[in-house]
């Protein structure tokens, strides 16, 4: 009995000098990474995953950042925001990360902002686009950072398109009630149709296990309307606009970039063809910065990155901007230098971060043709 | 009016799925008096099954539904062997949490990379779905389908339970499983075969509604299951024609709801008619009463 012990605590005492001596050469500074590897969006969270990894290798192959070698916990939140705050945690509280780059879904990236902000630990979602993410009642949490554009931005956007770009006049949304980033954006694009002279017919809520949309699609198609607006993520999209189709709903689809992901099609087959949805890039896009990423990503991937990858490329290396401009690992300096960007150039293009901490930036408009996206054109904010 | 009869259209292809799942819940419960919650995660598996045997396999429809079947029968007959029938003469509450638990571990245990995984897949749609208008209403082969396969399940239902020695089985079980056994019955195979029968249905239920609503993942099951048991306590939990006058209700309900109200009530109004007629009439609207014998 007393020999295990001295062992346990010969082993204690080992890990505890390990650990001492890596912290004491101050060589290494430690990112958490919060996506979901798995459930109803896992491809967000694998595209997610290897940008990340692509940015990590690149800085640490040019030396790594402000002197010290980027090291990195990788955590899966399932899409789930009870899990994402468990791996929120689980990486501040076991791992002592300096920074977090996630979650990747807004209802996901709200718990992880709360508990972000709680731990002051400087936190940026690459793609979380609900408000709520950055501020709470009109409260701004100032660990939080985003490195895309907002929901009433991506709102507004398809509004506008709809309206002036396709010249529709009448629209109908369908949302999931218990997703703040549908109900979000379902809300602003009602605000925003009408103003522009609009008629919003039918706006009608789904909860997150529905898979029968027969009632509601009846609705929309006696409706007459000739836009349907579907804010949601692909896996739902995809569901609700086969069922429209075989229900005979012949309105223009529209919708958001939860849209972008090769199961879009798979799930939904030609439905979803010459739907429009807004995005944050196209791999079409002829911006040097934007084929050689594009370049780089297929070597190593061999896929085409989609949109949410490639924030993540640009957000994880704008962490990294903040990190060598505080030039130090300590989470407080790391937030005051992220919340001073205003000049950011990433592959998603010219990006500043506002007082809120919510980055300012245009948006690509996407069309599927054939099964595939194709860039329309951009919107600047 | 046009409306309304699509709608009911709407609602008639969700409920004869519910009442596929709702057939498993009250046999299983007539026999042995047990809510066997396994039994969405039965209807799980047969998606998966059916999922596996186009993607994969490429086999025609009928094999399709019949590996779906036969995989679920037999998943059935294991569980009620394994987790089931050790717990027959223990208190009902140590069952029923069992059920639970294989509920449980059937999610969580197909969910790991070696089996299902836990993504959300694209169910391939073995035909087209075309639909054809006729006087203001949309109707789709696929209505067609699964009222057909419904209807044929439920006919084979009748046929094995009142015209068969196996059906005669069931019935004494389920009357009386003690003297049923003294009178020669073997108890053990009739609880099994009935294990078997609501699974293939539950596994028939699962290729249909892989078709009609062509995305699976292992918790599926969850929220089908529920609505399918509630159906079949709204008819009368043990009575096979209450569980699919349940389930026709519980798809209306919904479908109506959605339609003229919101969609965000549809369960809400769905648990209040169950609630309604729970209180007006304890054991569901087909279910007799039943003494306690002591």
């Known amino acids: 009995m007393k020999r295990a012990s001295a062992v346990v605590a010969c082993i204690l005492a080992g890990v505890c000098l390990a650990a001492a001596a890596a912290s004491a050469s101050g060589k290494e500074i430690k990112i958490g990474l919060i996506t979901p590897l798995s459930g109803d969006v896992k491809t967000f969270g694998e595209s997610v995953k290897n940008s990340f990894l692509l940015a990590v290798e690149e800085a640490n192959a040019k030396g790594g950042v402000a002197g010290m070698k980027i090291a990195y916990v990788i955590q899966d939140d399932k899409n789930d925001p009870t899990e994402a705050a468990n791996v929120a945690n689980l990486l501040i509280n076991r791992h002592r990360v300096r920074a977090i780059v996630g979650a990747v879904t807004s209802k996901a990236s709200i718990p992880v902002s709360d508990i972000a902000q709680a731990m002051k630990i400087p936190a940026l979602t690459p793609t979380g686009t609900n408000p709520k993410i950055t501020v709470a009642d009109g409260k701004r949490k100032d660990y939080m950072f985003r490195s895309c554009f907002i929901d009433p931005f991506q709102g507004t956007v398809m509004a506008r398109f709809s309206v002036e770009t396709l010249k529709k006049k009448t629209a109908a949304v369908l949302y999931d009630a218990s997703n703040d980033y549908s109900k979000g954006t379902a809300e602003v694009f009602r605000e925003s149709f009408g103003k522009l002279g609009g008629k919003i017919l039918a706006f009608e809520a789904y909860g997150k296990d529905d898979v029968d949309f027969s009632a509601l699609l009846t609705k929309v198609k006696a409706s007459g309307a000739e836009i349907l607006y579907l804010p949601d993520y692909y896996s739902k999209v995809g569901l609700i606009a086969r069922q429209a189709r075989e229900k005979g709903v012949k309105a223009q689809f529209v919708g958001v970039d939860g849209w972008d992901s090769p199961d879009l099609v798979k799930i939904a087959g030609d439905a979803v063809e010459g739907g429009y949805f807004v995005n944050h890039y196209s791999p079409d896009d002829t911006r040097p910065e934007v084929q050689a990423w594009v370049r780089k990503y297929r070597e190593r991937h061999g896929q085409l990155p989609d949109a949410l990858g490639t924030l993540a490329y640009d957000g994880t290396r704008m962490l990294f901007e903040a990190i060598r401009r505080a030039g130090s690992d300590d989470p407080g300096k790391i937030r005051d230098a992220l919340a001073s960007i205003r000049d950011f150039s990433g592959v998603t293009g010219k990006m500043a971060l506002d007082a809120n901490g919510d980055a300012v930036k245009s948006a690509a408009i996407l069309r599927i043709e054939g099964g595939r996206q194709k860039f329309v054109r951009t919107v600047n904010p | ?294």
């Open chain 2, 1 to 294: 009016m046009e409306y309304f009869l699509q709608q009911a259209l709407n609602g008639l292809q969700l409920g004869l799925v519910y009442a596929l799942i709702a057939l498993g819940y009250t046999m299983v419960y007539g026999i042995v008096r047990l809510i066997n919650f396994a039994h969405g995660d039965v209807f799980m598996v047969g998606s998966f099954l059916a999922y596996y045997a186009i993607e994969r396999y490429a086999l025609p429809l009928p094999a399709v539904f019949g590996a779906a079947v036969v995989g679920c029968a037999v998943l059935a007959v294991v569980i009620e062997r394994v987790a089931y029938r050790p717990l027959r003469n223990a208190p009902r509450i140590a069952s029923l949490i069992t059920a639970i638990g294989v509920s449980l571990f059937l999610e969580y245990f197909t969910a790991l990379n070696q089996l299902f995984g836990p993504n959300f897949r694209a169910f391939p749609r073995p035909f087209r779905v075309v639909s054809v208008q006729a006087g203001g209403i949309e109707f789709t082969n696929l209505l067609g389908i699964i009222l057909a396969v419904t209807v044929v399940c439920l006919l084979a239902l009748q046929h094995i339970v009142y015209r068969t020695r196996v059906g005669r089985g069931m019935r004494a079980v389920s009357y009386d499983h003690v003297t049923a056994g003294l009178m020669g019955v073997n108890v053990d195979a009739v609880i099994s075969f009935t294990f078997g029968l609501g699974a293939a249905f539950a596994g028939v239920g699962g290729v249909l509604y892989g078709i009609a609503y062509p995305q699976i993942h292992t918790f599926m099951g969850i929220m089908p299951g529920l609505k399918a048991f509630t159906a079949a306590v709204l008819g009368g939990i043990g009575s096979v024609p209450g569980a699919v006058l349940g389930a026709l209700i519980m798809g209306q309900s919904e479908t109506m709801t959605a339609a003229y109200l919101s969609s965000t009530y549809r369960d809400g109004i769905a648990f209040l008619i169950l609630i309604g007629v729970l209180l007006w009439k304890p054991t569901g609207i087909l279910g007799s009463p039943r003494t306690e014998k002591v």
